[in-house]
């Protein structure tokens, strides 16, 4: 697993200038270390650093050439003047030494890194954890990289986002990769609970402190002891209640419901919100200065319609989940997969995790085509296929659905004869206006639904369009 060190390589020997430099870093506050050029690259294959500085003096331009390729993603500063133009070298460190000069050089190094950061492998937990936050867009790159930051503190996060984007599974990224990942991650819905019984459920009560307390019971705060209570839907809490959380996350102190003692906390508090709480600051629904304490560390879910292009791998992810719970497979078409990502996606992942469980009912182990998606996500005009059959097939279907009916087509005498007249009759025009005549009162009846009107004359919807389309008949 390769980690990341917050430390200053500097490749040379302890000569007067390496020693100056490294003591200039470390009364910058920089964490800083000087090895050979032999030590450097088994060091870059466990952990990346901060920034290496290599002195160009003691090694050689092949070497720096391969430091630079066994480890593209490691920001290179050259101490002494060299003709080298590589992707990672990013400036020269120039003597007489400057906070300036020296700083700048640093700033470099940062940005580097956070840009390369994706190509850095992680670890294996990582990865399990983040597969939760399928895709490629620069929207959901940006909050893992932001996760990652903020999982090893405490500070207190606020995630926001429009419903259905996963604001939970953000919450629940951050708790397992904390050290508090052995600990509790209690969840609360604020919308789901009354009012009257939100304290309660936070904070416990004692036996007795109100009509059915026969006993006293833990908040969702003592359950989390430990671990981590993530708040869903935090601009839903009623005013009374924001004064009593604002509290517990200023003194790390609460009491029962009904009881006197008080109870101390160690919990890390992440909420989440899909409504504007500056909005409703202003409009005095929200306190401001429990914004400021939950708005520590805000992170922003991207809405599926901003990153559309990761459609495709949150499909496969979705599918191969909905598979592994033994519900069957399905797969998508190229064009379906375009169509989807033309989709508004009002309802984000959340809809499209049902729309794949939908799929996956009505076409165990198939192919999914534009015109197999429900109405509302075609947004690509494609012919629907229909498969050539002879008039004679059609005429074969025709009998079998007639004769094969549990109950017998009732025949109006005044239009069809009884009996076979002397003269005889035009067989293939009876059946074509009994035909006619039978899927038009069946339509009549069912108020145009073909569906409908198919399985009450007992065929299926497919024959049914195939006859209507024969005799020139439409819905009206």
């Not at 200023?250 to 160690?266: A, D």
Request: hydrophobic share 40%.
């Amino acid at each position: 697993m390769m980690q990341i060190e917050q430390k200053i390589l500097i490749v040379g020997t302890p000569s007067e200038r390496v020693s100056r430099l490294c003591c200039i870093f470390e009364f910058l506050g920089e964490q800083c270390e000087i090895i050979t050029a032999d030590a450097l690259v088994e060091l870059l294959e466990a952990a990346r650093y901060r920034a290496l500085v290599i002195a160009t003096d003691e090694v050689v331009p092949e070497s720096i050439k391969n430091i630079s390729s066994v480890a593209p993603w490691q920001p290179i500063l050259l101490l002494g003047a060299a003709e080298l133009k590589l992707s990672n070298i990013l400036g020269i460190v120039e003597e007489p030494l400057s906070y300036p000069q020296l700083t700048e050089l640093l700033h470099f190094c940062q940005v580097f890194g956070q840009v390369k950061k994706e190509q850095v492998p992680t670890s294996g937990n990582q990865t399990k954890l983040f597969r939760s936050l399928v895709g490629r867009s620069n929207g959901i790159a940006n909050v893992r990289h932001l996760i990652n930051q903020v999982a090893g503190s405490d500070a207190t996060v606020l995630v926001l986002g429009q419903s259905g984007t996963g604001k939970e599974v953000v919450a629940r990224n951050i708790h397992y990769m904390s050290e508090r990942r052995d600990g509790p991650f209690i969840p609360v819905n604020c919308g789901a609970i009354p009012p009257e019984l939100l304290e309660s459920e936070l904070f416990g009560h004692e036996k007795g402190s109100f009509t059915g307390a026969i006993s006293a019971r833990k908040g969702r705060f003592e359950l989390a002891e430990g671990g981590t209570l993530f708040l869903d839907e935090i601009g839903d809490m009623p005013l009374q209640m924001q004064v009593k959380l604002l509290r517990v996350l200023q003194e790390r102190v609460f009491e029962r419901v009904g009881g006197s003692k008080t109870i101390n906390t160690n919990v890390r508090v992440v909420a989440a919100t899909h409504r504007d709480l500056e909005s409703m600051i202003e409009e005095n629904e929200f306190r401001e200065d429990l914004y400021y304490r939950l708005n520590v560390f805000p992170i922003e879910m991207p809405a599926l319609s901003e990153r559309s292009e990761d459609i495709p791998l949150l499909l496969q992810e979705l599918v191969s989940r909905v598979f592994n719970e033994g519900r069957g497979k399905v797969r998508f078409t190229q064009r379906a997969i375009e169509s989807l990502k033309e989709h508004t996606w009002s309802g984000n992942v959340r809809e499209l995790s049902n729309l794949v469980e939908r799929l996956t009912i009505l076409y165990p182990g198939g192919l999914v085509d534009v015109n197999d998606l429900p109405r509302k996500y075609r947004h690509i005009d494609v012919p629907e296929y229909s498969v050539e059959v002879s008039e004679e097939q059609l005429e074969r279907d025709a009998l079998a659905s007639i004769f094969n009916d549990e109950e017998p087509v009732e025949i109006p005498e005044t239009r069809f004869p009884t009996e076979l007249p002397p003269e005889g009759v035009n067989l293939k025009d009876l059946l074509a206006e009994l035909e006619i005549d039978m899927i038009r009162q069946a339509l009549e009846q069912q108020d145009s639904v073909v569906a409908r009107a198919a399985e009450m004359l007992g065929i299926r919807r497919t024959t049914l369009v195939e006859k209507m389309r024969k005799y020139g008949m439409g819905k009206d």
